[in-house]
Structure formats: structure tokens, C-alpha cells
């Protein structure tokens, strides 16, 4: 219990001092004026002027369109994978309906998979369309994160940034040194990195294992710093090649961490307002902690089913206990439920034990971490999110003193408020409406794993991970249909595209306006007050619209644990 | 490009097309293929054994790697925990877990089942509570660790069966017992393939002849 509590305490600091350094690492991504070599030539590829500064509309026009040919290059890919190298298997091409899914999960750094990665993809599309697509969704996302908060730096600007630079600097100086340094390490922790397909091994006991190997390591560096989170195989960070050690888990964790963490800081840095960087990140850090605890405790008091049938979940010097059903032995719950708060806070999706299996209030904190869609939050877009919480607060609380709302020396007016309510709306419209949708669906009970709430909570997880863009997933759904595959893929787009554009809109609009000087009505926002009153309304806002939808899910789940009630 | 001085508007989707054709290719082959293949040479240069999956060799012979589990259902041998992978347990070939939740009446009968399992196994009494691990299934279908708790109530079972002092048995799993890394990262457990391997080695000197 001891070690568990300084384990956690460990992993936070290392954070918050990682934090510091990849902050100011960004900072001089975002605003160093020179090009480097590579960088030049990049662009004299591309054909673009690195000179031009780019209005929000620009800006995320080029984001847009940028990612939908990338988007599509990963789909064509996909379809013809029967043609390509690198086949051994010779796995056939996923269905349309699954490449789109596909294509649309990892451009949009959600990685849901509706699809196993041993049976389904060829070491070549492991690259070439899931490594590429990683890589191209985190940096579109930290990109965003880069010209948002460039726009709240300005005052009297219509330009936020250029696109082009930002996407090749963020690729270059961030995101590629930093996965091949961590891709080393990982493959001297034991992971894979090869172009062989498989390895036949006979067994002590004399039957034949087929180990499935590949590119791995390069493929999760990317996928844990790049906030993406999709398998290479199906059982994803469970797997021992995925994860073979408790020190890769670690490493895991604070690669999900560090980008979104770090941007707390390059704010506070490029705005010259540290002390409200450090507010953002307190923010975060609360829910964070707030959250682990209950996923911990509800895991580690186990299954009290499990132990009526003769299991023993005490936890002794001998054995983690808890809740081991869909767990690896060598996390136990400890490094478990800092694996489930950190990969749906900073909403990656991988996982290293089985979401589906874990106890109804383990499960109901993955839930609602994602439907809060900002504890941390993936790279760049859980700032922004934050954000827009932010400017809601000052909003309700400007309205509830009569005065108008200003934030980071800016005035808040209808636009604005109109924007970040689109961009509010649009994740539960999507996440309930989806929902609803496939409670109605005559087929969605065949796809279920689990009947009762917790079969509710199945359909409920998988429209929650697809538009929060996290992709994590109670995996027994079989969401390999054309409705779910299609519904889901729609649902990503929407929870991808309408936060981050409204959201670059609302940061074209602030650049636009003049500072005005803080006076006496104004709410003064870097104090641990604010803090709260964020963290208030992110709850507030959050339970108003998901608390029904959970208690049909979780919530009532847990009080049939509790009465011994159990479905067939 | 960081004042707004700088005014060169251009049109909205004005000379956007190539940029945005050309960075999807590019950016596949450079992030795509240059990245992993470059990873590739630099990680089998390095860490060979790893890089091919930390395979391990008996007579020249492949019989597992050290990361994956593999079934064990002779009693002579330290047993893992239960498997749901596809067609048949540690089908490394298609990782799987069973996904049940906690109220689902299959999961607790495969509980029920797999403790009166154990306890016969290992004779133990018809009310002792077994370790939570030996009884359900892990995450990936692969896990190749117990606990110790687990691996000291298969001693007597196994020590009994190759006709091993039950203290030298356990002085061989505590030589396999893994602690927590830097003393805080993980659970102690113990690999399954590589102390069984360990007691095959044991007893290959004595006894040449078996297996």
C-alpha cells in the first residue's frame, strides 16, 4: 500500500518535472525564427512559403485538408495491403467499411480498432499506414495546440501561425528524435523491432506456438507520446511484447503524459503568464488524482463475486489481489489503474488489462474521464479543451457578478461563447446520439459480449472512446460491423473536427481583439480559486449531460455487484 | 512569421493542393518506412536477442520466447494462469482475453470451476481461498508471470512429482522470483516457461534418459 502511494507520487513528480522540460522544448518549437536545413528543403518540397502567416480559417484549412489526403492514402492502402511487400501471412485487405474505420480512427489520433492486429494486418501496413497515420494525427494535434495558443498570445493579429512550418518543425524536432530514442529503449526492454512476421516455436510441453513479431517498438514510442494508443496486437499494451516489463509501463505512462502536460507550460511561457500555466496544469492534476483513486480502490477491493467462489483478492506480500480477471500479473492493480486514469485522462487507448473486466466503478472512471474529455486530454487538443472550459467558466461566473467576461486580457463576447458552445455541444450530441442509435439498432444485441448494464455500457464505452478520440474500448463488444464501424468512424470525425476548429476559430477571433488592462470587475484567473471553479464547472457541465447515461451503465451495475445480481 | 506586421494574406485554399498531396506521400516515407526501417537496423544492430523477440533456444532448437507464456497442463510442471485466447490457451498467434464483466454469470462458473480445479491439483482443502491469479484469465491470453503465492502452493505438487526435496524446490523458484524494478515498479512474480525450464535442466543431470 505504502510502496503503491509513493509509486504514484513518483510517477506525478517525474511528470511535473518532464513537464518543465518538454515546455520549454515546445516553446522554442513554436517560436525559434530560424529554419533548419531539412526543414528548408522540406518546404521547398511542399511548394510553401514559410514566410506566410495564416489567418485561423487558413490555417485549419490546411489542417483539414492535410489530414483528409493523408486520411485517404492510409484507406487506399489498406485496400490493396494484398499487393504490398512485407506480407508473409499474406493477410487479405481489410472490408471497406473497416478501412474507413481504420483510416478515419488513426488520422484522428483516436486508434480505435475494430479489427486484431496479428490477423489483420501485414507488417506493412503496420508502417506505412499505422505508424504514418500516428504520427501525422498527434503532430495535426499538437499543430493545433500551436496556433491556438499563438492566437491567445496576439492582440490586433489576424495571422495564428503557418501550418506548414509548425506540422514539419513539431514532426522534426519533437515527435521523430524523441520515438526513435524511446523505440531503442524499448526494444533493449524486450520488444520486437524486425521485418520477419512470426517465429514457429515448439513448446516445453511439445505443441507448436506461433509468436507473432514485427515492427513493435518503433510503433509504440509513437503510439504512447503521440497520445494514439492503437495495438500492434490485439491485446495491445497487454501484450508482453508490447509492454514486457513494469519499467516499460512507467515509460508509457509518462510518454502519454508528457505532451499534454508540457503544453500547460509553453503556454504559460509564450503568454509570459506562468502562473496561469501552472493553474492548467493543477487543474489537470486534481481530476487526475481524483480519479486515480477511485479506479484503485475499486480494483483492489476486487470482485465480491469472485470471492464467494473460493478467490483470494487480499492483497498480501505474496500477491497484488484485486481484481485480476483481464489483468497481467507483472502491472497487478497498482501500475494497472495508473495505466487506466492515464491512457482515458490523456485519452491514448492503450491498454494494459481488459477494460470490459474491470469492477463497475473501475470501469465508470475511464467513462467519465472521456466524457470530460480534458484530464490532460491528448496531445493538443486536451489543452484546447481545457480552454474552452476555461472560457466557459468566466463566462457563468461573469454572468452570475453582471460583469463581462474577460480572459487572458481579452473581452469574451457572443462569438465566442458561441463557438465554444458548438464545440461543447457537439461531444455529447455525439457521444448520446450514437448511442441511442445502436440501443435501437436491431443487431447491436448480437454484438455484445455482456447483456444487462453492462452490456449498456459496451455500446456507451465504444461511442464515448470514438468521439473523446481515445480508442481504448470494452473490447467484447464486436464493433467489426458495417453499422458500428461506420457510426463509429463518423463519431471520431465529428468529436475530432468540431472541437478543433471552433476552437481555432474562437483563437482567431481573440487574436483579433486588443488587450484591454485587468480592472476591478475583473475575475482574476491565475489563483487557486479559478482552479476550482474550473474544475466546478468541467464536473458540473460533465455530470449534467452523462449522469443519466451512466447510471444505466455503471452505476447501476454496481449496486447489482453489490446485491449478488449476475447475468447469463 | 511571429508579428503580425507581416500581412500577406492569401485567399482561403489558395496553392493548397500541392502541399497537401505532396505531404501525404512524403510524409508516409518518411514516417512510414524511413522511421521504423532506420529503427530496424540501429535495434538489431544493438539488441539483437530482443530485437527478434528474445527467443530462447533448448538444443538448438526454438521452444518459446521469455516474454509469452505457454500452456502447461502436466503436473510436473509449474502451471500459468488461464488463457482465453482463440482455438486453444497461449495462442500467441491471436492474444485475447475474456472480456466478461464482473456480473457476468460465466466469468464467476469459470471461477468456480478453475478453483475446485486448483485446489484438487494441489490438494488442498475444499475451503481454502486460492490466489486470485491462478483462477482468472489474463489480459493478453499471454501472461507469463504468477505470483508467489501462486508458485509456493504448486511446490509441494511439483516437488512430490520429480521426487525434488520440496526446500530445494523452492530455493529453485525463489532463484526465479522477480522483484519489483528499482524496488517500486511492477509486482515480484515468477516466470513460468523459464523456471520450468530451470527444473528440466535440474533434472536432465540426474536422469538423462527422460524427455
Same mark, same amino acid.
Given at each position: 500500500?505504502?510502496?503503491?502511494?509513493?509509486?504514484?507520487?513518483?510517477?506525478?513528480?517525474?511528470?511535473?518535472?518532464?513537464?518543465?522540460?518538454?515546455?520549454? #522544448?515546445?516553446?522554442?518549437?513554436?517560436?525559434?525564427? =530560424?529554419?533548419?536545413?531539412?526543414?528548408?528543403? $522540406?518546404?521547398?518540397?511542399?511548394?510553401?512559403?514559410?514566410?506566410?502567416?495564416?489567418? #485561423?480559417?487558413?490555417?485549419?484549412?490546411?489542417?483539414?485538408?492535410?489530414?483528409?489526403?493523408?486520411?485517404?492514402?492510409?484507406?487506399?492502402?489498406?485496400?490493396?495491403?494484398?499487393?504490398?511487400?512485407?506480407?508473409?501471412?499474406?493477410?487479405?485487405?481489410?472490408?471497406?467499411?473497416?478501412?474507413?474505420?481504420?483510416?478515419?480512427?488513426?488520422? $484522428?489520433?483516436?486508434?480505435?480498432?475494430?479489427?486484431?492486429?496479428?490477423?489483420?494486418?501485414?507488417?506493412?501496413?503496420?508502417?506505412?499506414?499505422?505508424?504514418?497515420?500516428?504520427?501525422?494525427?498527434?503532430?495535426?494535434?499538437?499543430?493545433?495546440?500551436?496556433?491556438?495558443?499563438?492566437?491567445?498570445?496576439?492582440?490586433?493579429?489576424?495571422?495564428?501561425?503557418?501550418?506548414?512550418?509548425?506540422?514539419?518543425?513539431?514532426?522534426?524536432?519533437?515527435?521523430?528524435?524523441?520515438?526513435?530514442?524511446?523505440?531503442?529503449?524499448?526494444? #533493449?526492454? %524486450?520488444?520486437?523491432?524486425?521485418?520477419?512476421?512470426?517465429?514457429?516455436?515448439?513448446?516445453?510441453? %511439445?505443441?507448436?506456438?506461433?509468436?507473432?513479431? =514485427?515492427?513493435?517498438?518503433?510503433?509504440?514510442?509513437?503510439?504512447?507520446?503521440?497520445?494514439?494508443?492503437?495495438?500492434?496486437?490485439?491485446?495491445?499494451?497487454?501484450?508482453?511484447?508490447?509492454?514486457?516489463?513494469?519499467?516499460?509501463?512507467?515509460?508509457?505512462?509518462?510518454?502519454?503524459?508528457?505532451?499534454?502536460?508540457?503544453?500547460?507550460?509553453?503556454?504559460?511561457?509564450?503568454?509570459?503568464?506562468?502562473? !496561469? =500555466?501552472?493553474?492548467?496544469?493543477?487543474?489537470?492534476?486534481?481530476?487526475?488524482?481524483?480519479?486515480?483513486?477511485?479506479?484503485?480502490?475499486?480494483? !483492489?477491493?476486487?470482485?465480491?463475486?469472485?470471492?464467494?467462489? %473460493?478467490?483470494?483478492?487480499?492483497?498480501?506480500?505474496?500477491?497484488?489481489?484485486?481484481?485480476?480477471?483481464?489483468?497481467?500479473?507483472?502491472?497487478?492493480?497498482?501500475?494497472?489503474?495508473?495505466?487506466?486514469?492515464?491512457?482515458?485522462?490523456?485519452?491514448?487507448?492503450?491498454?494494459?488489462?481488459?477494460?470490459?473486466?474491470?469492477?463497475?466503478?473501475?470501469?465508470?472512471?475511464?467513462?467519465?474521464?472521456?466524457?470530460?474529455?480534458?484530464?490532460?486530454?491528448?496531445?493538443?487538443?486536451?489543452?484546447?479543451?481545457?480552454?474552452?472550459?476555461?472560457?466557459?467558466?468566466?463566462?457563468?461566473?461573469?454572468?452570475?457578478? %453582471?460583469?463581462?467576461?474577460?480572459?487572458?486580457?481579452?473581452?469574451?463576447?457572443?462569438?465566442?461563447?458561441?463557438?465554444?458552445?458548438?464545440?461543447?455541444?457537439?461531444?455529447?450530441?455525439?457521444?448520446?446520439?450514437?448511442?441511442?442509435?445502436?440501443?435501437? #439498432?436491431?443487431? $447491436?444485441?448480437?454484438?455484445?459480449?455482456?447483456?444487462?448494464?453492462?452490456?449498456?455500457?459496451?455500446?456507451?464505452?465504444?461511442?464515448?472512446?470514438?468521439?473523446?478520440?481515445?480508442?481504448?474500448?470494452?473490447?467484447?463488444?464486436?464493433?467489426?460491423?458495417?453499422?458500428?464501424?461506420?457510426?463509429?468512424?463518423?463519431?471520431?470525425?465529428?468529436?475530432?473536427?468540431? $472541437?478543433?476548429?471552433?476552437?481555432?476559430?474562437?483563437?482567431?477571433?481573440?487574436?483579433?481583439?486588443?488587450?484591454?488592462?485587468?480592472?476591478?470587475?475583473?475575475?482574476?484567473?491565475?489563483?487557486?480559486?479559478?482552479?476550482?471553479?474550473?474544475?466546478?464547472?468541467?464536473?458540473?457541465?460533465?455530470?449534467?449531460?452523462?449522469?443519466?447515461?451512466?447510471?444505466?451503465?455503471?452505476?447501476?451495475?454496481?449496486?447489482?455487484?453489490?446485491?449478488?445480481?449476475?447475468?447469463? | 512569421?511571429?508579428?503580425?506586421?507581416?500581412?500577406?494574406?492569401?485567399?482561403?485554399?489558395?496553392?493548397?493542393?500541392?502541399?497537401?498531396?505532396?505531404?501525404?506521400? @512524403? @510524409?508516409?516515407?518518411?514516417?512510414?518506412?524511413?522511421?521504423?526501417?532506420?529503427?530496424?537496423?540501429?535495434?538489431?544492430?544493438? @539488441?539483437?536477442?530482443?530485437?527478434?523477440?528474445?527467443?530462447?533456444?533448448?538444443?538448438?532448437? /526454438?521452444?518459446?520466447?521469455?516474454?509469452?507464456?505457454?500452456?502447461?497442463?502436466?503436473?510436473?510442471?509449474?502451471?500459468?494462469?488461464?488463457?482465453?485466447?482463440?482455438?486453444?490457451?497461449?495462442?500467441?498467434?491471436?492474444?485475447?482475453?475474456?472480456?466478461?464483466?464482473?456480473?457476468?454469470?460465466?466469468?464467476? *462458473?469459470?471461477?468456480?470451476?478453475?478453483?475446485?480445479?486448483?485446489?484438487?491439483?494441489?490438494?488442498?482443502?475444499?475451503?481454502? &481461498?486460492?490466489?486470485? *491469479?491462478?483462477?482468472?484469465?489474463?489480459?493478453?491470453?499471454? *501472461?507469463?508471470?504468477?505470483?508467489?503465492?501462486?508458485?509456493?502452493?504448486?511446490?509441494?505438487?511439483?516437488?512430490?512429482?520429480?521426487?525434488?526435496?520440496?526446500?530445494?524446490?523452492?530455493? /529453485?523458484?525463489?532463484?526465479?522470483?522477480?522483484?519489483?524494478?528499482?524496488?517500486?515498479?511492477?509486482?515480484?512474480?515468477?516466470?513460468?516457461?523459464?523456471?520450468?525450464?530451470?527444473?528440466?535442466?535440474?533434472?536432465? &543431470?540426474?536422469?538423462?534418459?527422460?524427455?
Amino acid at each position: 500500500m505504502l510502496s503503491t502511494l509513493l509509486e504514484f507520487a513518483v510517477i506525478l513528480g517525474l511528470m511535473t518535472g518532464l513537464a518543465v522540460l518538454m515546455g520549454k #522544448w515546445l516553446t522554442r518549437v513554436f517560436t525559434a525564427p =530560424g529554419h533548419a536545413l531539412m526543414e528548408r528543403g $522540406t518546404y521547398r518540397l511542399l511548394g510553401v512559403d514559410p514566410q506566410e502567416s495564416m489567418g #485561423w480559417a487558413r490555417y485549419g484549412s490546411a489542417l483539414l485538408l492535410s489530414n483528409l489526403a493523408m486520411m485517404l492514402l492510409g484507406y487506399i492502402l489498406l485496400r490493396v495491403q494484398g499487393s504490398m511487400p512485407l506480407n508473409p501471412l499474406e493477410l487479405v485487405a481489410q472490408t471497406p467499411d473497416l478501412a474507413f474505420n481504420t483510416a478515419a480512427s488513426f488520422i $484522428t489520433n483516436t486508434n480505435w480498432q475494430a479489427y486484431s492486429g496479428e490477423t489483420s494486418l501485414s507488417n506493412f501496413s503496420q508502417m506505412a499506414v499505422i505508424t504514418f497515420l500516428m504520427f501525422v494525427g498527434a503532430t495535426s494535434g499538437v499543430v493545433a495546440a500551436a496556433g491556438f495558443i499563438r492566437g491567445l498570445s496576439r492582440s490586433n493579429a489576424t495571422g495564428i501561425g503557418n501550418f506548414w512550418v509548425d506540422f514539419t518543425r513539431i514532426l522534426y524536432r519533437v515527435m521523430l528524435p524523441l520515438c526513435f530514442a524511446m523505440a531503442l529503449v524499448y526494444v #533493449w526492454q %524486450g520488444m520486437p523491432q524486425t521485418l520477419y512476421s512470426q517465429a514457429l516455436a515448439t513448446t516445453l510441453e %511439445g505443441a507448436q506456438q506461433q509468436l507473432i513479431v =514485427g515492427a513493435v517498438a518503433s510503433f509504440e514510442s509513437i503510439k504512447h507520446i503521440g497520445t494514439n494508443g492503437g495495438g500492434f496486437f490485439s491485446m495491445n499494451a497487454a501484450h508482453p511484447f508490447e509492454n514486457p516489463t513494469p519499467l516499460t509501463n512507467a515509460l508509457h505512462i509518462l510518454s502519454m503524459l508528457l505532451i499534454p502536460s508540457a503544453l500547460t507550460y509553453t503556454f504559460g511561457s509564450m503568454l509570459l503568464r506562468r502562473r !496561469q =500555466g501552472w493553474v492548467f496544469f493543477g487543474t489537470f492534476l486534481v481530476m487526475f488524482i481524483g480519479f486515480l483513486s477511485v479506479v484503485y480502490v475499486a480494483e !483492489q477491493s476486487g470482485n465480491p463475486l469472485l470471492t464467494q467462489a %473460493g478467490a483470494d483478492q487480499m492483497l498480501s506480500s505474496t500477491q497484488s489481489g484485486g481484481n485480476m480477471e483481464g489483468k497481467e500479473l507483472r502491472f497487478g492493480i497498482a501500475d494497472t489503474s495508473l495505466f487506466v486514469t492515464t491512457t482515458t485522462g490523456a485519452t491514448t487507448g492503450s491498454v494494459n488489462a481488459m477494460h470490459d473486466s474491470l469492477t463497475p466503478m473501475g470501469g465508470f472512471v475511464p467513462l467519465a474521464q472521456m466524457m470530460l474529455n480534458c484530464v490532460f486530454g491528448g496531445d493538443g487538443v486536451g489543452f484546447i479543451n481545457l480552454i474552452q472550459y476555461a472560457l466557459l467558466t468566466v463566462f457563468l461566473v461573469g454572468m452570475m457578478i %453582471g460583469r463581462s467576461p474577460e480572459f487572458l486580457g481579452k473581452k469574451i463576447e457572443a462569438r465566442e461563447i458561441k463557438l465554444v458552445m458548438l464545440s461543447v455541444l457537439a461531444h455529447p450530441i455525439s457521444i448520446l446520439g450514437f448511442t441511442a442509435l445502436a440501443a435501437l #439498432w436491431p443487431d $447491436t444485441l448480437k454484438s455484445l459480449n455482456n447483456i444487462g448494464p453492462h452490456g449498456f455500457s459496451e455500446v456507451l464505452y465504444a461511442y464515448t472512446s470514438g468521439t473523446a478520440n481515445n480508442g481504448s474500448a470494452f473490447a467484447g463488444l464486436n464493433a467489426n460491423t458495417p453499422f458500428f464501424n461506420t457510426t463509429i468512424g463518423l463519431a471520431m470525425l465529428i468529436g475530432r473536427f468540431f $472541437t478543433m476548429l471552433p476552437m481555432l476559430a474562437v483563437a482567431g477571433s481573440l487574436a483579433l481583439k486588443k488587450n484591454i488592462p485587468a480592472g476591478a470587475g475583473t475575475i482574476p484567473t491565475a489563483t487557486p480559486l479559478f482552479m476550482v471553479l474550473v474544475v466546478f464547472v468541467v464536473l458540473v457541465v460533465g455530470g449534467l449531460t452523462f449522469l443519466p447515461a451512466l447510471a444505466l451503465g455503471p452505476l447501476v451495475e454496481q449496486l447489482q455487484l453489490l446485491s449478488g445480481q449476475t447475468y447469463p | 512569421m511571429t508579428t503580425q506586421t507581416q500581412i500577406k494574406t492569401q485567399p482561403l485554399l489558395k496553392g493548397l493542393l500541392r502541399p497537401v498531396l505532396v505531404s501525404a506521400g @512524403f @510524409f508516409m516515407l518518411l514516417t512510414g518506412l524511413g522511421y521504423p526501417l532506420a529503427t530496424t537496423l540501429v535495434a538489431n544492430v544493438m @539488441f539483437p536477442h530482443q530485437a527478434q523477440g528474445s527467443l530462447i533456444e533448448r538444443d538448438g532448437q /526454438v521452444i518459446g520466447s521469455a516474454l509469452i507464456g505457454q500452456q502447461f497442463s502436466r503436473p510436473e510442471y509449474f502451471q500459468g494462469r488461464p488463457s482465453m485466447t482463440a482455438d486453444q490457451p497461449y495462442n500467441a498467434g491471436s492474444s485475447g482475453a475474456s472480456n466478461l464483466g464482473p456480473t457476468s454469470q460465466k466469468l464467476i *462458473d469459470q471461477v468456480t470451476q478453475r478453483v475446485q480445479a486448483y485446489r484438487q491439483l494441489n490438494g488442498l482443502a475444499a475451503d481454502s &481461498q486460492v490466489p486470485v *491469479d491462478a483462477v482468472t484469465a489474463s489480459a493478453s491470453g499471454l *501472461d507469463p508471470h504468477i505470483s508467489l503465492a501462486n508458485a509456493q502452493l504448486q511446490v509441494a505438487r511439483v516437488a512430490r512429482l520429480r521426487q525434488l526435496p520440496e526446500a530445494e524446490l523452492l530455493k /529453485v523458484v525463489q532463484a526465479h522470483t522477480e522483484q519489483r524494478t528499482l524496488g517500486l515498479l511492477g509486482e515480484p512474480r515468477v516466470n513460468v516457461l523459464q523456471l520450468n525450464l530451470a527444473l528440466d535442466a535440474l533434472h536432465q &543431470q540426474p536422469l538423462a534418459a527422460s524427455e
